[in-house]
């Protein structure tokens, strides 16, 4: 299985923002840690970060004929971004939500997400846990079926 994995905006500053909040693991070591489960699933893993909205559809689009499944961390864009809904629905690509923090514990803005009803699984509050267990998922759950 082919799994892309895409963070949106700010996470290029992991380590870095609020480490209280979202740890000190950064980006770098994140996506190491990722690649290194996927391995050891089996699997091919593409990893992306982008802090624009159009560049993420964009990426969707160029590899969704390579990707299997579809692991997001939508970030701000997860409570507004119609864009990025629409491009996973219109693509059907298997797709799994993961967050770092627990966004329904946070501001009540943060509980809202757009891209939940296109998502198969959430995995959200257990840092870059959460991507893992996303990455799990993904191969145990989710076979190429395309709408």
């Known amino acids: 299985m082919n799994i892309l994995v895409i963070h949106g905006p700010n996470l290029h500053l992991l380590g870095k923002r609020e480490p209280?909040?979202?740890?000190r693991t950064t980006l770098k070591q994140?996506?190491?840690m990722l690649k290194a489960r996927a391995k050891a699933l089996g699997a091919g893993l593409r990893c992306f970060q982008s802090n624009c909205e159009g560049r993420i559809i964009d990426l969707l689009t160029a590899n969704a004929g390579w990707a299997q499944a579809l692991v997001i961390n939508p970030a701000a864009?997860?409570?507004y971004s119609y864009a990025i809904r629409d491009a996973i629905k219109a693509l059907g690509l298997p797709a799994?939500?993961?967050h770092l923090t627990d966004i329904s514990k946070r501001e009540?803005?943060?509980k809202i997400s757009v891209i939940r009803p296109v998502c198969a699984a959430r995995f959200?509050?257990?840092g870059p846990g959460s991507y893992l267990k996303a990455l799990d998922y993904c191969v145990k759950n989710l076979k190429l079926v395309r709408k």
């Open 108 to 110: 009540p803005f943060r």
């Open 124 to 126: 959200k509050g257990e």
């Open 77 to 79: 864009y997860t409570h």
């Open 30 to 32: 994140l996506d190491a």
């Open 20 to 23: 209280a909040l979202y740890g």
């Open 96 to 98: 799994v939500e993961v």
